[in-house]
T-cell receptor
Framework: DTEVTQTPKHLVMGMTNKKSLKCEQHMGHRAMYWYKQKAKKPPELMFVYSYEKLSINESVPSRFSPECPNSSLLNLHLHALQPEDSALYLC???????????????FGSGTQLSVL | AQKVTQAQTEISVVEKEDVTLDCVYETRDTTYYLFWYKQPPSGELVFLIRRNSFDEQNEISGRYSWNFQKSTSSFNFTITASQVVDSAVYFCALSDDRNSGNTPLVFGKGTRLSVIA
């Protein structure tokens, strides 16, 4: 199984809603990532979890709240979003290694989020 | 600082033509990794290749080939005999050796390839 599964595939929410994006992998990867991708732009890193602990937060607004309940799951909780937060949200995972070897990231197909 | 430049924003070719996607990178590290990803309309990023900075051998995989030249800081990608299914956005990405290899990828802006039948 080399898949990263993201749900839902599409989400429309109002600015006062609370919703969550979910990501799951069963490859035994211990690093998981959230990226945000606006139309016609490259993915931009939001968060990195390493062994279920938040290791990188790229100055993301607090209306985005990540959670890693176990080694296979990664959530992104959304609250009071703005229309400019509309984007494709991509989850990725990789093996975590030390010693300089950088593993490839496996990406999910993303959640297309529209904030009205 | 890390930077990846993909100067070609969009390319259109006719099916069966060869096409080269350019990638130029900047890093101060001597150990780094370069990647190419494909993003079809379905949205997911599909891994194509990883190359480390100590391996300058060119690589061929079917219709795909990669030319890594440290002297010009380039890692170009060529598709031979392009097909309609190759239509996608292609991203070049860089990761260096900071943080014991757990530095996330820095992506270029991507090149949108359209292959016309």
């Amino acid at each position: 199984d080399t898949e990263v599964t993201q749900t839902p595939k599409h989400l429309v929410m109002g600015m006062t809603n609370k919703k969550s994006l979910k990501c799951e992998q069963h490859m035994g990867h211990r690093a998981m990532y959230w990226y945000k991708q606006k139309a016609k732009k490259p993915p931009e890193l939001m968060f990195v979890y390493s062994y279920e602990k938040l290791s990188i937060n790229e100055s993301v607004p607090s209306r985005f709240s990540p959670e890693c309940p176990n080694s296979s799951l990664l959530n992104l909780h959304l609250h009071a979003l703005q229309p400019e937060d509309s984007a494709l949200y991509l989850c990725a995972s990789s093996q975590k290694r030390t010693g300089g070897r950088i593993e490839k990231l496996f990406f999910g197909s993303g959640t297309q989020l529209s904030v009205l | 600082a890390q930077k990846v430049t993909q100067a070609q924003t969009e390319i259109s070719v006719v099916e069966k033509e060869d096409v080269t996607l350019d990638c130029v990178y900047e890093t101060r590290d001597t150990t780094y990794y370069l990647f190419w990803y494909k993003q079809p309309p379905s949205g997911e990023l599909v891994f194509l290749i990883r190359r480390n900075s100590f391996d300058e051998q060119n690589e061929i995989s079917g219709r795909y080939s990669w030319n890594f030249q440290k002297s010009t800081s380039s890692f170009n990608f060529t598709i031979t005999a392009s097909q309609v299914v190759d239509s996608a956005v292609y991203f070049c990405a860089l990761s260096d050796d900071r943080n014991s290899g757990n530095t996330p990828l820095v992506f270029g802006k991507g090149t949108r390839l359209s292959v016309i039948a």
